[in-house]
């Protein structure tokens, strides 16, 4: 395109204003442009690499909006060229955050071949967090198997926080592991992911864990159990309610209690009726005020 | 002897009890439920802001003013409380805090060990906004209230997560946006709730331009007393410089968000509380504006960003520098409200400086028949609520809508585009790359 030249010049420009002006005007110039932009991106000067970034950024938005973009499948394209190993890293990282925003299903199993980049590790997961389709989620579980058990933890949170209903054997299987932090990534997951298992999951021993463990722990299955609640599998969630009820953890039992408002089942509230009388105002409270709501949704 | 009477017993001797860490549980009755009458703070950041949070030893047990800008009006005491425990990733920073409170507060680099301490009943979280969301979050898996300094977050996903985790656990979360507790932000609340200006259909908040930066301080190896691995957490990973840590990391999007994620969360909510839209949000948000041209820092020197809402539907543009209104020629941030039959100003929103017209002032003193809540100050708000287990004036709910509007405004300038926005679902309509920008994965352990 006759603007890509002008446009390839501004970008280089010694003037501030001048290659601002350009970046901004990155979505209209031809995606050719994509390997200059990394080169100048990789440079010395911090201002025209700035510039180069920007640019970089401003075409990954002006192709956003629309899946169908015409000119989208050739800047992700670009990308992840940008991305491979030909350019320095943080190039590779901007490429790869601006895949995140943009890269179809179809790019996962390229992105995720840089995984085992120890730089691009972390970065590579992001995008795949972000990537929509099921895809990417078929990237995580394959890698989840060839990663360091360092990194394990990483990739059972990133199928926890795309509530990845396909990580769910992966998690019950992980919360066997001997490694603790990996048993309880494997937790976090599973609670995050909400989705009952075929077989009931044998939570890992709280035995030997740290208190931050043990909370996180407890704070999986609670959510565990509120999706199921929101799920309409009352009873599966009334059985994590009701084993915390008589916890020394006021905030454990607050939880259930709310929990349980919400079931709004006549077993919850048999189970909320004595927490009424509570010696600890915040569960007495509580629960009141649970009451009252199930009173109200009940009119 | 009943434990209050206790308290006044030895107030001001300089008794052992009042200068141990006596837990709040401790000193209930037996068989009985113990509430606290002094509560247990710990403060998790401790920089420019979190210090201003802080309680001095010497101070419990007496009549303590409250600082100046939390809210509130005429001489206000606050309730007894003391910093049981400090948390700072700065070492330097946690040794001013500790000799600042005085006796021996508990101190922690590790936030979640803090969390782990039984005897701290409530947290103050004034690290830098990328942390707030997540230690929000496991404050309340810890079974603490939380204090968290706006914004509540820097995503739609991770406010929405903090408003499941207090709703989870029926903790009490304010939101140090502390302009609902401004006086002047309750008389024009009463004033315009009371109809004197008519249906209010525009505001117009105004706001200094932003910072542009430079690139004279290279990025280098962090200071021995910083973790910066930790500093940075969840969010993407930089390289350490100087000018985008400490207070100054407000102007990178990724981790401050401009003046409109900063200030705007004062503007934005007392105009949300006036306009009642503290469950909902706009339908279509447009940005303008521009970034720095060069330079390290990304957010926004000028902007305007308009936001259209419906039910109620009003108007409202956060302009940077915007129009200043000759009511107020010297207030260098705040909100004009325009109705049916008039408009009023009310200026800053994070301070007590914090003014509005004199109609308003002189109306309210007449008449309080807009109905509106008073709030006794913004940290006195929250720890009453602590006790009665009610929401605080600036609740997590509340929070999220306005942490929304400042986050909403940034994707728009980000994107350059329009965007329109479902305020029930909390998605964007037809634009498939905003939609992933609603959250941002987390860094290392740090995840939702």
Redesign the interface.
């Known amino acids: 395109m006759a603007d890509d030249q002008q446009f390839l010049t501004d970008i280089q420009s010694d003037n501030?204003?001048v290659?601002?002006a350009a970046w901004?005007r990155a979505g209209e110039v031809s995606p050719a442009v994509i390997p200059q932009l990394g080169k100048q991106a990789g440079a010395g000067d911090?201002?025209k690499a700035?510039a180069a970034r920007e640019a970089l950024t401003?075409m990954?938005?002006s192709v956003?909006?629309?899946?169908a973009s015409p000119n989208r499948a050739a800047v992700v394209k670009g990308l992840l060229e940008l991305a491979g190993p030909g350019s320095p890293n943080p190039v590779r990282v901007h490429a790869i955050?601006m895949l995140?925003?943009?890269a179809p299903e179809d790019a996962a199993p390229a992105v995720a071949a840089w995984i085992q980049t120890p730089e691009l590790a972390?970065e590579v997961?992001?995008c795949l967090?972000?990537m929509?389709g099921n895809a990417p989620i078929k990237s995580l579980l394959a890698a989840y198997k060839n990663v360091k058990d360092e990194f394990k933890?990483?990739i059972l949170?990133?199928l926890?926080?795309r509530r990845a209903k396909e990580g769910v054997s992966l998690c019950v299987e992980a919360m066997r592991s001997p490694n603790r932090d990996i048993a309880v990534a494997a937790v976090?997951a599973f609670g995050r992911i909400g989705v009952k298992p075929a077989a009931a999951p044998k939570y890992p021993d709280t035995k030997g864990m740290t208190?931050?463990q043990r909370?996180?722990q407890q704070?999986s299955l609670?959510?565990y159990a509120?999706a199921q609640a929101r799920e309409g599998n009352a009873a599966e969630a009334i059985a994590v309610y009701k084993s915390v009820l008589s916890s020394p953890?006021?905030?454990?039992q607050?939880?259930a209690?709310?929990?349980l408002a919400k079931a709004g089942t006549a077993e919850a509230a048999a189970l909320i009726l004595p927490k009424l009388k509570?010696?600890?105002?915040?569960v007495?409270?509580?629960a009141q005020?649970a009451w009252k709501s199930m009173a109200q949704t009940k009119a | 002897m009943k434990r209050r009477e206790l308290i006044k017993a030895t107030a001001g001797t300089g008794a052992a009890l009042m200068f141990d860490i006596v837990p709040a549980r401790a000193l209930g009755l037996q068989g009985q439920p113990a509430p606290s009458d002094i509560l247990n703070l710990g403060h998790i950041g401790i920089g420019g802001r979190g210090a201003n949070h802080l309680r001095p030893d010497a101070d419990v047990g007496r009549m303590v003013k409250a600082p100046l800008g939390q809210g509130g009006g005429g001489v206000r005491i606050m309730r007894p409380a003391r910093s049981m425990a400090l948390c700072d990733v700065d070492a330097k920073r946690l040794d001013t805090a500790a000799t600042k409170v005085g006796g021996k507060p508990r101190t922690y680099r590790d936030f979640r060990r803090l969390l782990e301490d039984k005897d701290v009943d409530a947290v103050i979280i004034a690290s830098p906004d990328h942390w707030h969301a997540l230690q929000t979050i496991m404050a309340c898996q810890a079974g603490k209230d939380v204090y968290v300094e706006k914004p509540a977050g820097n995503t739609i996903e991770e406010c929405r997560a903090m408003v499941t985790a207090a709703d989870r656990y029926g903790r009490v979360v304010q939101v140090g946006a502390q302009g609902r507790s401004q006086v002047a932000a309750w008389q024009a609340a009463n004033y315009i709730k009371a109809g004197q200006i008519g249906a209010v259909r525009k505001i117009t908040c105004w706001h200094y331009a932003s910072p542009i930066g430079d690139w004279k301080t290279p990025d280098s190896a962090p200071p021995e007393e910083l973790d910066y691995d930790t500093w940075v957490g969840p969010a993407p990973w930089i390289p350490y410089n100087a000018r985008h840590t400490h207070g100054s990391f407000r102007w990178l999007i990724d981790f401050g968000g401009g003046q409109i994620r900063d200030r705007g969360a004062h503007i934005m909510s007392i105009a949300s509380w006036i306009m009642d839209v503290d469950t909902t949000g706009p339908v279509s948000i447009d940005a303008k504006g521009e970034p720095p041209h060069d330079g390290m820092y990304d957010s926004g020197v000028t902007m305007e960003v308009a936001y259209e809402f419906k039910n109620p539907d009003f108007s409202m543009v956060w302009a940077q520098p915007g129009e200043i209104p000759p009511e107020f020629p010297k207030a260098t941030y705040g909100a004009t409200y325009w109705g049916d039959n008039g408009h009023i100003s009310i200026t800053y929103g994070d301070g007590n400086s914090t003014a509005t017209n004199q109609e308003a002032v002189e109306f309210s003193k007449q008449c309080d028949c807009g109905k509106v809540f008073r709030s006794p100050g913004h940290n006195e708000n929250w720890e009453d609520c602590i006790r009665t287990r009610e929401k605080p004036i600036m609740h997590m709910e509340a929070g999220h809508r306005v942490a929304s509007l400042c986050i909403l405004g940034n994707v728009g300038f980000q994107l350059q585009r329009k965007l329109e926005w479902d305020p029930v679902n909390e998605r964007f309509i037809n634009d498939e790359e905003a939609n992933r920008l609603l959250s941002r994965p987390g860094r290392g352990p740090w995840h939702l």
């Open positions: 501030a204003d290659r601002f901004r911090p201002g700035k401003t990954t938005h956003g909006k629309d899946p955050r995140s925003n943009i972390e997961t992001f967090e972000r929509p933890p990483r949170a990133a926890g926080h976090k208190e931050w909370i996180d704070d609670l959510r509120d953890e006021e905030h454990w607050c939880a209690v709310i929990g509570s010696d600890d105002p915040k007495r409270i509580t005020n």
